[in-house]
């Protein structure tokens, strides 16, 4: 199997910050690389796929770069509709396609 | 626009079978391009795949679980279903349907709103 380890676990910052979350892949997955954001008690919703491209209707705030086995989640300016856990997924190879353990983004 | 619903108990037994139900709207199955999949959450914990099927029946599942799991497909009513046989209390999570596209990079556009499963006696 495919592990996708995220950093950090969690992390606090203030409305406007600039927010990084990374995401490495145990082997190379090329660009397969997926971000999703989970609120409570809801599912998770897709934000980026292909590593770097922008999901219809998402906001403009959210970016991601990455390719083989080091990815990159970043919101330009937090703000707080923000407040989520993120999950990186591969869908480089199934089976198992396999999540990251999430980033908890609070508001400090 | 694409919605999907998962139903079925809440309540599954311990050995007994635990069964889910996906039934999607706006989109039809039969069209092709997509894996209609499943995934789990247990409480508090990350998502775990469990598999997929494409609208012509091949599948694919997770390994950890994949002496104990089906998914059918029944195109003529838009839906798709899950059953875990043998369940026991590390089965019980919330349980999400989702489709799966696979033109260019394979990812879950669309996800139904999960479904909390419980495996108690």
Redesign the interface.
């Known amino acids: ?1 495919i592990q996708m380890t995220q950093s950090p676990s969690s992390l606090s910052a203030s409305v406007g910050d600039r927010v990084t979350i990374t995401c490495r892949a145990s082997q190379s997955i090329s ?2 690389l ?1 971000w ?1 954001q989970q609120k409570p008690g ?5 934000l980026i ?3 770097s ?1 922008l ?1 219809s209707g998402v906001p403009s705030r959210f970016s991601g770069s990455g390719s083989g086995t080091d990815f990159t989640l970043t919101i330009s300016s937090l703000q707080p509709e923000d407040i989520a856990i993120y ?1 990186c ?1 591969q ?1 480089y190879s ?9 980033t908890k983004v609070e508001i400090k | 626009q694409v919605q999907l619903q998962e139903s079925g108990p809440g309540l599954v037994r311990p050995s007994q079978t635990l069964s889910l139900t996906c039934t999607v709207s706006g989109d039809s199955i039969s069209s092709g391009g997509y894996f209609w999949s499943w995934i789990r959450q247990h409480p508090g914990k ?4 469990i ?2 099927i494409y609208h012509s029946g091949s599948t ?5 679980l ?1 002496s104990r799991v089906t998914i059918s497909v029944d195109t003529s009513k838009n839906q798709f279903s899950l059953k875990l046989t043998s369940a026991t209390a590390a089965d019980t999570a919330v349980y ?1 349907c ?1 489709r ?1 596209t696979i033109t ?6 669309h ?4 479904t909390l499963v419980t495996v108690s006696s």
């Open positions: 199997d660009d397969y997926n999703y809801k599912a998770p919703k897709l796929y292909g590593a491209t999901q999950y997924q869908s199934a089976p198992p396609w396999t999540f990251g353990q999430g | 990350g998502l775990e795949w598999g997929y694919n599942y997770n390994p950890s994949r999400y989702a799966a260019a990079r394979p990812r879950f556009d996800w139904g709103q999960g």
